[in-house]
């Protein structure tokens, strides 16, 4: 059962994100802590846990103890997921992307990792890692703000609102990281897209945030386990292919789910009528 009771206002959830990370990025300017998985500066870290802050801070005020406790059992309510064949694009369309990315790579012939290992045995340490990352974004952007948005501006536009004042918020860490002007670009259209897919996948799965919570871990799990190497890193090398991969196909699921509500599949075929 949906439990979005009309009283949310994104805009003050968004400031308030904003509010709370402007601290910790300033602190990021005097830290540089080098080896964490996807050189993610440190206090970034600490920032992700601000989406969740200030959804429970905001729920609390607007439907106390209970709407707390309400939206941190949907961090696992997998029981909305009623059509199993979700968890297809879910787990696995992350891994086709990357796929795709290396493809285009590979037959436009630009340089590829002539020798890559592929950390299998990190797995155990950063999917718990990226699980709870995607908890604690999910749980603010997907849990907290996008029902309202969704109802005032339908799916996509909502998607696209959201996605904007995501990607900047990972402004900070991406300039920290050394990237160029044209990449924050393509970067910033990219991170619109995988929004836009995840309310797809949300609205295709019950409304449910363990699904959005899932497809964001695999998404952020699948970089790390790319191949790469000391002199090439394909997902960072080429932003124009990464992100224009991730731009079209959410183009491709606008075109079949259309913009409304990114969940009326248009070649769906109504059960026929037996009477």
Known sequence: MDTYKGTRT???????????????????TMIDIKGLPLDIPITDIAAAFTPLIVASILIYKEEWHSGVKRLFQRILDFSRITKKIWYVPIIFLPFLLYLLIYLIIYFIE???????????????????????GAICEEIGYMGYAIDPMQERFGALAASIMMGIP???WHYPSIIQQGHHLSWIAWATL????????????????????????????????????SPQDDLHNPLVDYPEIHYSVFAIT??????????????????????????
């Open 250 to 275: 959410a183009v491709v699921v606008v075109f079949l789910w259309g913009a409304k509500t990114l969940a009326r599949y248009k070649y769906h075929q109504p059960a026929p009528n037996h009477e």
């Open 10 to 28: 994104p805009l003050k959830f968004f400031l308030l994100v904003y509010g709370f990370s402007i601290p910790l990025w300033i602190i990021e």
């Open 166 to 168: 995501w990607v900047i």
């Open 190 to 225: 990219g991170t619109v897209a995988v929004r836009v897919l995840i309310v797809w996948i949300y609205n295709n799965t019950g409304k449910s945030l363990f699904a959005c919570i899932l497809f964001h871990t695999m998404l952020n799990l699948g970089r790390p386990l």
């Open 110 to 132: 630009l340089p590829l990792p002539r020798t890559f290992f592929i950390p299998f045995q990190s797995i155990l340490f950063i999917f718990p890692l990226f699980f709870i």
